[in-house]
Nanobody, 119 residues
């Protein structure tokens, strides 16, 4: 079964840290570009951070300098280290993996993990 499973969310005070994990199964993970997205209540889903199959990274402006994305292909896992958390970081965080293999597009989403930052 092809799936992504996020974990590591929770409740943290402002200024605290969390590390999210996105574990893949049944997916050719090493060739995937992976992104962390978040969706706050009443808002659209937005890209937070991405890491390419070549390990290039990119971040949205609100999280630059505070979040770090990394991957471990041996474990089929991507991480999002979140530091100096702010109440506005509160959202459901989703993992996405996308790649093209043998002419076919693949795109997978996880079920999401809740992050709540209290002030």
């Amino acid at each position: 079964q092809r799936q992504l499973v996020e974990s590591g969310g929770g409740l943290v005070q402002a200024g605290g840290s969390l590390r999210l994990s996105c574990a893949a199964s049944g997916i050719t993970f090493s060739v995937a570009n992976v992104g962390w997205y978040r969706q706050a209540p009443g808002k659209e889903r937005e890209l937070v951070a991405g890491i390419s199959r070549g390990y290039s990274t990119n971040y949205s402006d609100p999280v630059k300098g505070r979040f770090a994305i990394s991957r471990d292909n041996a474990k089929n896992t991507v991480y999002l280290q979140m530091n100096s958390l702010k109440p506005e970081d509160t959202a459901i965080y989703y993992c996405n993996a996308a790649y093209r293999l043998f002419g076919r597009e693949h795109n997978y989403w996880g079920q999401g993990t809740q992050v709540t930052v209290s002030s």
